[in-house]
């Protein structure tokens, strides 16, 4: 057999590492072809080889690196700002492509946020492409987000996407896009769409590079610095740890089952939990007072423009950033996963209930202050 030769997109990220990670662990005999930006003062090639000290052994780090090429791209860019004769060289043999690379900020400009997001989708579906039209490719999986449902809320399922949801940023927005641009690839590409919802830290050590989204507003709640939450209690939230979605994809992006369809990597109706119940947990564990929970549209309407004019510093800076997450503590939809138990199950790739790790969330980030210094994670399983 051919062996595989995976392309990777957005390999530094919070999900693009570990994903490598599991690659270089279940996939034995791949070759991995990993796009990456250069980024404060290091190349590709230095970002990279950071990760490998990191996720492999001392004794694996040569043998690992020995299995990849690495490419200073960038996905926004045409042809993923690489030479022509380096998009043929990585288009050419590649079995698999992963495109993980997007930008997950909310406050982008929606012309920003396309061009990232739709356009980067756009370069990798051509590279795509071209190695479909070599006759190598096997399949192409995107990862999308299951927030693509924007404000919807109820059950949404797997295999919708436009439902005239409106949206609560242009993350969201953008990303619906680029799903449905690799969408209408899928007649002639073999194509696998999955949908993440909020990706936090390990589920085992808690371990995270990443403190944005869920980790903001958990961070000035639990420093004790805001304690007014404008949001219902029982607003659903979604997330999954990283090491969960990073072993679905690897399993998907080869099952041919998973080719045309798409799947929520989420926690679901049976394991994510509410505002409130996070809260207590949250309050119990930092030891600081339970949040007010202050009707949202007071509180914009009426509340917030007082604060503002006779808040300063941090507490004003907060107020500002906060209006980010306005809708996420509100959230009334709930993901369906039954596409992706099915082929997920067999397998033993289950998301744990939100509930059973999120101390272990909150243990990393007070040994890490938040990601401003080394911590030895918590290793219990």
Not at 276 to 284: F, N, T, Y
Not at 317 to 337: A, E, K, P, Q, W
Request: aromatic share 8%; hydrophobic share 40%.
């Amino acid at each position: 057999m051919t062996p595989e030769r995976i392309v990777v997109s957005g390999a530094t990220g919070l999900l693009g590492r570990r994903l490598v990670q599991t690659l270089l662990e279940r996939r034995p005999e791949a070759h991995l072809v990993l796009l990456a930006r250069e980024s404060e003062g290091q190349t590709a090639v230095q970002r990279v080889e950071s990760i490998v000290q990191e996720v492999c052994a001392p004794d694996q780090q040569r043998a690992a690196l020995a299995r990849m090429e690495i490419f200073s791209a960038d996905v926004s860019r045409e042809r993923c700002g690489l030479a022509e004769s380096e998009h043929l060289s990585v288009a050419g043999g590649a079995t698999r492509v992963i495109h993980a690379a997007a930008t997950v900020r909310f406050d982008h400009p929606i012309q920003e946020a396309r061009r990232i997001n739709v356009g980067g989708t756009h370069n990798m579906l051509a590279l795509a492409e071209e190695a479909c039209r070599r006759g190598s490719l096997k399949s192409f999986t995107y990862i999308g987000t299951a927030f693509v449902a924007g404000l919807r809320s109820g059950l949404v399922r797997e295999d919708e996407l436009e439902a005239g949801q409106r949206f609560r940023n242009t993350y969201e927005q953008s990303k619906c896009e680029a799903e449905k641009l690799v969408r209408s690839r899928m007649p002639g590409l073999p194509a696998v769409i999955v949908r993440p919802s909020i990706i936090v830290g390990d589920s085992r050590t808690g371990m995270t590079t990443s403190f944005k989204a869920f980790y903001w507003p958990l961070r000035v709640y639990a420093r004790g610095w805001w304690r007014t939450v404008p949001g219902f209690p029982d607003a659903i939230l979604d997330i999954v740890p990283v090491d969960f979605v990073a072993e679905a994809v690897a399993h998907l992006a080869f099952d041919d089952r998973a080719l045309g369809r798409s799947f929520h990597l989420c926690a679901g109706p049976g394991g994510s939990a509410t505002i409130g119940e996070i809260a207590d947990l949250a309050a119990g564990f930092f030891g600081v007072r339970r949040p007010r929970f202050v009707n949202p549209t007071l509180f914009f309407a009426l509340l917030r423009p007082i604060l503002l004019a006779t808040l300063w510093g941090r507490r004003r800076r907060i107020l500002r950033t906060g209006r980010l997450y306005r809708s996420h503590f509100r959230i009334r939809s709930v993901f369906d996963t039954t596409q992706a138990d099915e082929l997920l199950g067999p397998a033993g790739i289950r998301p744990p209930r939100v509930m059973h790790y999120l101390e272990r969330l909150f243990r990393f980030c007070v040994e890490s202050d938040w990601g401003s210094r080394p911590a030895a994670p918590d290793t219990a399983a």
